[in-house]
């Protein structure tokens, strides 16, 4: 249990050493946001200010998204530097330092989050404490299938030059795919019959239902989704760690 | 003295190649053992099933009385690993490095301060505790992976060609830490190509191609060879060298000088200076050493490449 304990500490301690990492990574979403969501907002039905309100939480489901998977980045480049080796011949399980690098990662993951819920009320979205509290589950419950998503992946990949370039290939589609930017109601339908596949769909309409009250999805699909998702990724990197041979 | 690693015709087959052929080993409790052995001969492979990293494909391995397959967490818990590569993390300071890999250990956070600040001071590095690994030279680096590998108290330290890249004075710096923590009476068993780090050892295995050729103390590793080499600087080289010839002894010319091997070039050295009319001016014998047990074994130099012994003889001279 300390391995675990120790595999995100340390993850937290390298972040704390670059706290301009931080604030680097809100630029992505605010960018989405502010001058994507402006621009495209104006031209749409809703107008400006609520279309911006409609696709925030689509850009803190596209800023978890990619901190949890990007954060993931300290495996490869731990294999890389051989520091990895180090790690697997100490005493700590497989499970805790698969498990331990899913839970770090998703916490740098809500901490991005988190940062860009200061900008809620600047589009007049106003938390009530419920919605905060389901706002907040539904982020952490996202950010670790993300993060596990980039752990299950990053167990695969010896290069940090490779994993960055197949992380963007796979998560733009899927951030595009997942109806952050558009309600998936209106898509075409072969858009709506894909969305079904793609995990970051279920966590952008649980996290706008919170706000919104009311939900694409039915509630328990998502919730099921995402945990079952989850389950089989974290499952999936605890194995590619046990396999210990020729690490 | 007990048996802290057993190994019993151990074989590892990767894909192709057979990296290690059904090998037998023996390390005593409180000893150095030196695994020495030319690039791709097992070592690393052999070292990485030891040390619980790969598993071997036949055969048995017991470190500290448990079974390389079967117990590997609690292998884990007792040894220490200096790696090839060096594997520190970059961004932390050399202090937290050491409590990081503590806690990996299950130390508590107060009795691995204690133990930070504790092996700090044995290996000499508080200068540089609080300064971040890539802000160390190669040798600062090495010694603090000395001190992590030594953290959690192991009782067998495992050191993969450890100084690789070291300059002289950092290498020899490091072989004296790794004495010190030997006479505190850890077990440490190392992987070299450099024969004079093989010296170290209390006793040496010679790897070769997956089988170890022979198992022995550095002296008695010798002995086997028996004889030795003579330099000689004359006058006039090559006169000598024609009459060296026509006494039937193995002899050449070099750029140094004349080489001459001998079974007992103690005796041969003063009946040929009592022989020859040309003035000398350098005479010297040179004991046998590992490279040339290496190459009576094997019939191939340790240093990858060179199998002309007196080639590599001359080169440890120019050396």
């Known amino acids: ?247 | 003295m007990s048996a802290i690693i057993e190994v019993r015709n151990l074989r590892k087959q990767y894909d192709e190649v057979e990296a290690l052929k059904g090998i037998d080993l023996t390390v005593e409790e409180g000893e150095i053992f030196a695994l020495l052995g030319p690039n791709g001969a097992g070592k690393t492979t052999l070292f990485s099933i030891l040390a619980t990293l790969r598993k071997p494909t036949s055969g048995k391995a017991m470190v500290l009385g448990k079974d390389v397959l079967k117990h590997r967490e609690q292998i884990r818990q007792e040894i220490g690993i200096v790696f090839q590569e060096p594997a520190l993390d970059d961004r932390l300071s050399a202090r937290d490095n050491l409590m990081l890999m503590a806690l990996f250990y299950g130390i508590p956070r107060k009795e691995a301060t204690r133990r930070a600040n504790e092996v700090l001071d044995l290996l000499d590095i508080n200068d540089f505790a609080n300064r971040a690994p890539r802000k160390l030279s190669g040798g600062q680096k090495r010694k603090l992976e000395l001190a992590r590998a030594i953290i959690a108290e192991p009782k067998l330290l495992f050191l993969d060609e450890a100084t690789l890249g070291l300059d002289v004075d950092a290498r020899r710096n490091f072989w004296d830490e790794v004495k010190k923590l030997s006479e505190k009476g850890s077990t440490i068993f190392l992987t070299t190509h450099y024969m004079e780090e093989a010296e170290v050892a209390d006793r040496i295995a010679l790897i070769d191609e997956g089988n170890i050729m022979a198992v022995d103390t550095p002296r008695a590793l010798k002995e086997q060879v028996g004889g030795g080499l003579i330099r000689l600087n004359t006058e006039d080289n090559e006169t000598v060298l024609h009459w060296l010839k026509q006494q039937n002894l193995e002899a050449e010319h070099s750029k140094e000088g004349l080489f001459i091997i001998s079974n007992d070039p103690s005796s041969l050295l003063p009946s040929i200076l009592s022989n020859i009319e040309q003035k000398v001016t350098r005479a010297e014998i040179r004991q046998p050493s590992l490279e040339d047990v290496f190459l009576k074994l094997t019939g191939r130099s340790l240093k990858n490449g060179e199998s002309n012994d007196l080639e590599s003889e001359k080169n440890e001279w120019v050396k």
Do not use: H
Request: proline share 5%.
């Open chain 1, 1 to 247: 249990m300390q391995g675990f304990w120790a595999v995100i500490l340390r993850d937290l301690k390298r972040i704390w050493a670059e706290p301009f990492r931080l604030i680097s990574g809100l630029a992505q979403p605010l960018l989405y946001l502010f001058l994507l969501g402006s621009g495209i907002g104006a031209a749409t039905q809703l107008g400006g200010g609520q279309y911006l309100q409609y696709i925030f939480p689509g850009v803190v489901a596209l800023s978890l998204l990619f901190t949890a998977n990007f954060a993931a980045i300290s495996i490869v480049f731990d294999r890389e530097i051989g520091f990895l080796k180090a790690v697997l011949v100490a005493p700590v399980s497989r499970p805790s330092v698969a498990i331990g690098k899913v839970c770090s990662g998703a916490i740098q993951a809500l901490v991005q989050g988190v940062l860009l819920l200061i900008f809620a009320p600047m589009i007049g979205i106003y938390f009530g404490f419920l919605q905060i509290i389901l706002f907040v589950i539904f982020m952490i419950l996202s950010g670790l299938v993300f993060s596990a998503m980039g752990v299950a992946v990053a167990t695969n990949f010896s290069s940090t030059e490779v994993f960055p370039v197949v992380l963007n290939a796979v998560l733009l589609p899927m951030f595009f795919l997942s109806g952050a930017l558009y309600p998936l109601k209106t898509a075409p339908g072969w858009l709506q019959t894909l969305s079904y596949v793609d995990p970051v769909a279920y966590g952008v309409d649980l996290m706008r239902g919170s706000i919104m009250g009311t939900f694409y999805y039915p509630e328990w699909l998502s919730l099921v989704v995402l945990c079952f998702v989850g389950f089989i990724l974290i499952w999936t990197a605890v194995k590619v760690f046990e396999k210990g041979e020729e690490i």
